[in-house]
Every structure is written in structure tokens, then in C-alpha cells.
């Protein structure tokens, strides 16, 4: 199956600033990938769609100015937590399909944990 | 969005023991997949069944579709401390998933 590294691991940053996390297929050409995020003990919300050469897609109730997606490569796609705030302290997790499979099979990334304070 | 319920939330047992979840959803599906997350962790493919499909196994794993109640479980025979885990199941909408709320299992040595 298809690899996903997510860059950093973790960050801790403070109220204010801008944090920029990584997403990379290491083994295949990704058109599309995933960006959820997770509270603790919670499950994964989708949070956009992020398509190689285009717009995301968001879904509803999440703020496309605050979270910034772009994926200029097939191989990279980028979210970018503006103005972070503690309460977008969380876990932000990737993923991808890999398209020469039949059923959708996701690829996860490791996770990144986000603190701000 | 979330597709559903899982239960039990919680599920503590004995080392050999067989844990078994539940999953619900909501709308008609072409496949549902489960996956697993260790702590802190990305999730985990570990088996997916298609609408077309009653059980299907997959080494100490057993799923189970019931289309027409919308449920689907999860069997893990003889299970082992590194099945210590979060198992979510998830349903496909186009090529979204939708998670479920996910059945945090404990084995303990």
C-alpha cells in the first residue's frame, strides 16, 4: 500500500502565529488528499479535500482562510493553521487513495499534534 | 460528517479473549472499511467489505455486513496486547470516508 509521512510530528506554537504541516505520498502520484482533524477520544472530521492544481474543497463550518490548503505537487500537499488559537489545538491527520485501486482504500498519514498556546 | 455509532465506546478484555464492536450507518453503501489507530497514532487499513458481501475474514479478523439494518461488526479473535487500539469504521461517500465514532479497545496481559 501507498506511504504517507506527515511533517512535523509535533508542534507547539503560540496564540497568534501561523503553523504550516506537510503531507507527502513517498511511493505514488496523489491527486487527491485528505485533511482531517481529531480531538482527543473523538473520531476523525473531514475537514477539506485537496486536489493537485486546484482549489480545495472545505467542508461545511470549516473556515477555508483560516486553514489554508494547497497541493501543488503530487506528491505534497500543505495545511496551514492561520492565527492559530488554543482551540485549534488538535490532532491533524492526512491521508490519500491510492487511484490505481479499486475501492478507495484511504493512506494515512502519522498524525500531527498541534498545541497552541 | 460523522456516518454513525459504534458501540460499545469502551471495551476492556483479557489477553485470548474475542473482542467484538458494533457499527451503524446511515445511508447506502458500496463498501465499509475498518480501521485501526494506536494511540497518537494514524489510522490503520485492515479490511473492507463490499455491499455484496455477508463476512469476510482476514487473518484473526471477522467482519460482518448487514445491509438491511445498516450494521456492520468487527471480531478479533484471540486477541493480544498490541490490539490495544482505537477501531473506527468508516463508510465511503463518493471517495470520502465518514467515520464512525470509533470503539477503544483495552487487552489486558
Known amino acids: 500500500g501507498a506511504v504517507v509521512s506527515q511533517h512535523p510530528s509535533w508542534v507547539i506554537c503560540k496564540s497568534g502565529t501561523s503553523v504550516k504541516i506537510e503531507c507527502r505520498s513517498l511511493d505514488f502520484q496523489a491527486t487527491t488528499m485528505f485533511w482531517y482533524r481529531q480531538f482527543p477520544k473523538q473520531s476523525l472530521m473531514l475537514m477539506a479535500t485537496?486536489?493537485?492544481?486546484?482549489?480545495?474543497?472545505?467542508e461545511q463550518g470549516v473556515e477555508k482562510d483560516k486553514f489554508l490548503i494547497n497541493h501543488a505537487s503530487l506528491t505534497l500537499s500543505t495545511l496551514t493553521v492561520t492565527s492559530a488559537h488554543p482551540e485549534d489545538s488538535s490532532f491533524y491527520i492526512c491521508s490519500t487513495y491510492d487511484w490505481r485501486e479499486a475501492f478507495f482504500e484511504q493512506y494515512f498519514g502519522p498524525g500531527t499534534r498541534l498545541t497552541v498556546t | 460528517s460523522q456516518q454513525g455509532e459504534e458501540d460499545p465506546q469502551a471495551l476492556s478484555i483479557q489477553e485470548g479473549e474475542n473482542a467484538t464492536m458494533n457499527c451503524s450507518y446511515k445511508?447506502?453503501?458500496?463498501?465499509l472499511q475498518w480501521y485501526r489507530q494506536n494511540s497518537g497514532r494514524g489510522l490503520v487499513h485492515l479490511i473492507l467489505i463490499r455491499s455484496n458481501e455477508r463476512e469476510k475474514h482476514s487473518g484473526r479478523l471477522r467482519v460482518t455486513l448487514d445491509t438491511s439494518k445498516k450494521s456492520s461488526s468487527l471480531l478479533i479473535t484471540a486477541s493480544r496486547a498490541a490490539d490495544t487500539a482505537s477501531y473506527f469504521c468508516?463508510?465511503?461517500?463518493?471517495?470520502?470516508?465518514?467515520f464512525g465514532a470509533g470503539t477503544t479497545v483495552t487487552v489486558r496481559a
Open positions: 445511508t447506502s453503501i458500496n463498501n
Open positions: 485537496s486536489n493537485e492544481g486546484s482549489k480545495a474543497t472545505y
Open positions: 468508516a463508510t465511503l461517500n463518493g471517495y470520502k470516508l465518514s
